[in-house]
């Protein structure tokens, strides 16, 4: 093998999106070397399509937010498989993580007297997300994008390089993480780098370093109609199963309602859940605002019972209840399809999201902006005149890499962290809209902090890369090449996009899901025979035929667990099975890869039963909903 | 409702190239980075081309359509003729790396000359106050979605490389623009931006912003009031005394 291009760093962090950039300012901010490595050009990432907002409890609108409300809604949202320590301590370091912001140069939406605006949004019980517009994962990137430049110049300053102690890597793809056995521990694993390629020239790059940052986004390129670009091709969740960490909750797959489905080209490109946080309403073929008839018994008091009374939610909080528009998004997505389903839908098979009809086209075009401009622009469509069509579109995956919930550790692999939609646990079943954006930095804020303390207590003792590993990664991500012409990836890609939207979608069946593990195996078979021309030079086939078997791996987990969790919850609906179970929320599935490395293993865990003074925070009433009778707490004497 | 489109791409690297001819279906409501996608699975498997989104808000995807800068995402193809051949071609202002590819880093370097927000000292996270209708000018200009397209059209650094060196581009004297019309930016950002970043080169002939996809007036709200704020300080004689005494320390 020839020489492969190294760099030394004390903290690598993997995917340059929310999470990312805030555990590299963190890292760097500890006194960390730190690189960022990252598939697109900086400051591209995914995060920037987020839009509607971020969820921290400021209490800026309605002063009685805090942060317990935010927990009991997340916990709600997420039907209470959450790792409610996770959820308690978003809830509780999310406005610093908003605030700290400002610090940085984001300029949010204002209140009246001058503070940052709040907006209402699914699920939660007071309008709690910090915004701009319907453009706020933009301005989170480029605040973040912006502070590592600003720790960069700190560093010209000091060191005459801007480079010295924070570095972006851009347009390179980690294929591999780089371990050594621990000697701690009887099959655990210790990280001492990654390897990698340059898109644009095709050569390979090793970073080492005794702790990698996982925050790489999620796995939605493996469904056909989704929101998500390119990049979410499940690559961190892949590469921690093959260092040996375990992934937990991966049958919990998000479908956003409203997706764009029309013209074909866009469909699954995200509508915001603001343009019904602002008064947009769903109706159905006949006119009907269907959502009325879809609340579950779980959110019965806490949603209108009429149009009126929705409405007059709106400008009055405090003495009705909010539209059904506003359930969870796992809710919302499956009335939409029961809708469709039954004849009740739009020409392209979708609904109506209406807002031209509830606001002043002025309004509509200064509070939903980018929607206007998107409308316009890719469907020709007006939405200050007319409704907009939409349906369910692939999202979010809750599921994730299995994390430390205070230190964002992966137990099994020492050095490994990960934050952000690659993390599993902080969602539980069902994310709320405007938790993802908080959720990116209160836990890559911690991941990067306690990467850095790893690092430290470390000190010298860190170990070399394993030669053998680098030449066995080279060869795996050559092997494209030697199969010129054998099945086109392209090919292969569709038929996974295809399977996982058919098979193991929005509503699951038992043998719909052992017959996407039929095709899954096939599918694994033909992309190890994925043939590439050209060079390696800037190769999108090349770079598809290595971002399968990240796919295929996810894919294999996906259905796995689905197939194995036999109730419907959250962003996982079993038509065989269609209640929620309190026996199953005591079961996390952890999925790992098999001693033959090309399988899944499906392991049973059980959660950590939630402190007694976080579940004093619901209604006993409420929470026999989601516990089994062992798990209530005692009923108080005296009490009525 | 579909049919054949005649595409020209530009194919190569940064030694040599040329137009390349391809037939490729359309179908209704597609944009032309779907084409460019097609020719990826079907006939050009190695077509390099940059994109993430594909629905204008990353500002990955641009490049030259017929010569004029687009976004490849955002430029539906009801918007030509059928029997047109649409061209496509790199950006011209950066160097090509492979096929639709360039190398846009004169970019990051420029980004990394702008002092960052500078707050008022002592002022605390959660303390920040502002009013809507000030923080309004500067959200504007943070609409950018950092396509380059602005740097890419401007024609101080499109037909002379040399400028590069003294003008930072539309993109980045908006950025000084921004900070300097935020509310609570207290460093000074005027002198630099006619000194360091060329402020002076442009002649505003608006083709940044007749260019922008976001729409962002950038010659009108940016850098006008920016020349103003530059001229004023210049002619104002106290500022100028000022300057001469500061100067002569």
Known sequence: MSEVERHSYDVVVIGAGGAGLRAAIEARSQGM?????????????????????????????????????????????????????????????????????????????????????????????????????????????RTLQQKIVALQQEDEQEFGDPEARLKVFQEATVTRLLTVP??????????????????????????????????????????????NSWEYTGDGQALALLAGASLINMEFVQFHPTGMVWPPSVKGILVTESVRGDGGVLRNSEGKRFMFDYIPDVFKEKYAKSEEEGDRWYTDPDNNRRPPELLPRDEVARAINAEVKEGRGTPHGGVYLDVSSRLPADVIRRKLPSMHHQFKELADV?????????????????????????????????????????AGGM????????????????????????????????????????????????????????????????????????TMNDLVGIIRREGEMAEALTRLEELKARAAKAGVEGHRQYNPGWHLALDLRNMLLVSECIAKAALEREESRGGHTREDHPGMSADWRKVVLAC????????IDLVRRSPEPMRADLLALFDRDELKKYLTDAELPAEEEGSD | MSYKANFRVWRGDVDSGELRDYTVEVNEGEVVLDIIHRLQATQAPDLAVRWNCKAGKCG?????????PRLLCMT??????????????????????????????????????????TPPEGLKAGEYRMQQVDVERSQEFRKCIE???????????????????????????????????HPLDVADRQKAAQDEHGLGYCNITKCCTEVCPEHIKITDNALIPMKERVADRKYDPIVWLGDKIRRRK
């Open chain 1, 592 to 599: 790992a890869l098999a001693a033959d490395d090309g399988h």
């Open chain 1, 182 to 227: 621990d000697s701690g521990s009887e099959d655990g694993a210790r990280i001492t780098g990654a390897f990698g390629y340059w898109r644009e020239s095709g050569r390979f790059v090793v970073f080492e370093a005794p702790a990698v940052v996982l925050a790489t986004g999620g796995i939605g390129k493996s469904f056909k109609v989704t929101s």
């Open chain 1, 427 to 498: 969602h539980g079943s069902n994310r709320l809209g405007g938790n993802s954006l908080s959720d990116l930095l209160v836990f890559g804020r911690r991941a990067g902090l306690y990467a850095a303390e790893y690092v430290t207590e470390l000190g010298d003792a860190r170990r070399d890369v394993d030669q053998g590993q680098i030449d066995e990664a080279a060869a795996e991500a050559v092997a494209p090449f030697a199969n010129e012409g054998a099945e086109n990836p392209y090919s292969v890609h569709q038929e996974l996009q295809q």
């Open chain 2, 147 to 181: 396509c380059y397209l602005c740097q890419n059209t401007c024609h101080v650094i499109r037909d002379f490389e040399d400028n590069k060196e003294a003008f930072s581009g539309p993109r980045y004297l908006m950025r000084i623009a921004e900070l300097d019309m």
């Open chain 1, 33 to 141: 070397r730190t690189a960022v490595v990252c598939k697109s050009l900086f400051g591209k990432a995914h995060t920037v399509m987020a839009e509607g907002g971020i969820a921290a409890s400021m209490g800026n609108v309605n002063s009685n937010d805090n942060w317990q409300v935010h927990f009991r809604d997340t916990m709600r949202g997420g039907k209470f498989l959450n790792y409610w320590r996770m959820a308690e301590l978003h809830a509780q370091e999310a406005p610093d993580r908003v605030w700290e912001l400002e610090t940085w140069g984001a300029l949010f939406d204002r209140t009246g007297d001058g503070r940052i605006s709040q907006r209402n949004f699914g699920g939660h019980e007071y309008p709690r997300l910090a915004h701009v517009g319907d453009r706020t994962g933009l301005e989170l990137i």
């Open chain 1, 382 to 422: 007006d939405i200050t005149a007319e409704p907009m069509e939409v349906g369910p579109t692939c999202h979010y995956v809750m599921g994730g890499i299995e994390v430390d919930p205070d230190t964002a550790a992966t137990p099994g692999v020492l050095g490994l962290y990960a934050a952000g939609e690659v």
């Open chain 2, 76 to 117: 539906r193809m009801s918007t030509f003729s059928q029997e047109e051949t649409i061209t496509v071609t790199p950006m011209r202002t950066f160097p090509v790396i492979r096929d639709l590819v360039t190398d846009v880093s004169f970019n990051y370097a420029k980004a990394r000359k702008v002092p960052s927000f």
């Open chain 2, 60 to 68: 990955s995807c641009s490049a030259e359509i017929n010569g004029r």
